[in-house]
Every structure is written in structure tokens, then in C-alpha cells.
């Protein structure tokens, strides 16, 4: 079978060049958390970019709020704020269960997470349902409906990741490690929920 023969010498550089290749892909660097971090900080750069905005409008403004706005209720932005805020505490419980392969504890902290942040969504729609102005009323108006809604978009998107990994971490034949998107999703959501809960009550007060 002389057509069968095999080449130790062949075989043996085939064995070092698929290492060497497993080795430098493994070395690769993964730029999924980066891409993360420079979506976060482009959206902090929106939201300074409308604060500003806010706080020029309401400078020049001869009175701020303008005569015959509705004085704002505190009570339930104030509420949707300590929601939003715990929110990032409860999330981060769920890296001692990525680091320890429990699934379970994973989509457990997820789902508390993902549970408050639709309360707080389900919170800003009731207030927004309720408010005795629109879009269009004055200025005050506007930029409050601008700067409430991108947050709200902000939070919405940071669900639907939550909701991804949720669905992810179903199936059965993948198992979490430190390295997995759940474990980078957590790392940097942390902060983001932080900030912006205070930027939610910031909106309301002003």
C-alpha cells in the first residue's frame, strides 16, 4: 500500500503548524469588551452633549421652568432612580456564578435584572402617559421628553442584551466561563445602570 504511506516528517510540522495556529488565535486579542466601552463612552458623549443643551436653554431662559409648566411629581422618578441604581448591584452577583459554571445563579441574576429593568421602563411610559404637557408644549417640554427618552432607549438596549445573554445561556450545550459575552456584558453594565439612574433624576428635578 505504498499509495497510503504517511509521513512522519510531514506529520509532525502539520502538528506544530496547527498548534502554533491554535496558539496565535488563542493570543488574539478580543476586542468585544472595547467595542462595548467605545458604544458606552459615544453614548455618555450624547448624553453630556444634551445636558448642556439643558443647562444653555435653561441659562438664557428669562424663567425656567416657563410659566404654566406642570410642576413634576418626584415621588415615582425618584422610585424608577433606586430601581435603576440596585439594578447594577444585582447584576454583578451573577459574576461569581460565571466564574463557578453555575447557570443557574447566571440566569437567575439576569433575570432579576432584566425583571427591574422593564419595571423601570414600565415606570417611565406610566409617567409619560400621565404628564399634563406633550412634546411641543415649550422648550422645557422638549428637552425633558429629548433627554428622558434617550435614557429610556439606553436602558431599553441594555435589556435587550440582558434578555440575549438570558436566551444564550438556555441552550444546554454552552456552558459560562470569565471570558464568556455574559461575563463582559455584566463588567461594563454596571457603571452605565449607575449613571444612568442618576441622569433619570437629574431630568425630573431640573
Known sequence: ???????????????HHTESAATHHHEHPDFRVMGIIVFLVAEGMIFLGLFMAYLTFRAVAPTWPPEG??????????????????SSFVIHNAEPAIKSNDVKGLQKWFAITAAMGAIFLVGQLYEYF?????????????????????????????????????????????????????SKLLRSTGTSSMSSGFSCLSCSIC
Not at 409648566?69 to 430601581?83: A, F
Not at 417640554?141 to 435587550?160: E, N
Request: charged letters at 5%; a negative charge; aromatic letters at 8%.
Open 1 to 15: 500500500m505504498q499509495g497510503s504511506t504517511i509521513d512522519p516528517a510531514q506529520t509532525v510540522l502539520n502538528y
Open 69 to 86: 409648566t406642570p410642576e413634576l411629581e418626584l415621588l415615582l422618578p425618584g422610585v424608577n432612580t433606586v430601581i435603576l441604581i440596585s
Open 130 to 182: 400621565h404628564l399634563e404637557f406633550g412634546l411641543t408644549s415649550n422648550l422645557f417640554a422638549s428637552t425633558f421628553y429629548v433627554l428622558t427618552g434617550f435614557h429610556g432607549l439606553h436602558v431599553l438596549f441594555g435589556l435587550i442584551l440582558i434578555l440575549a445573554v438570558l436566551c444564550d445561556r438556555a441552550n444546554p450545550g454552552i456552558t459560562p466561563t470569565p471570558n464568556t459575552s455574559a
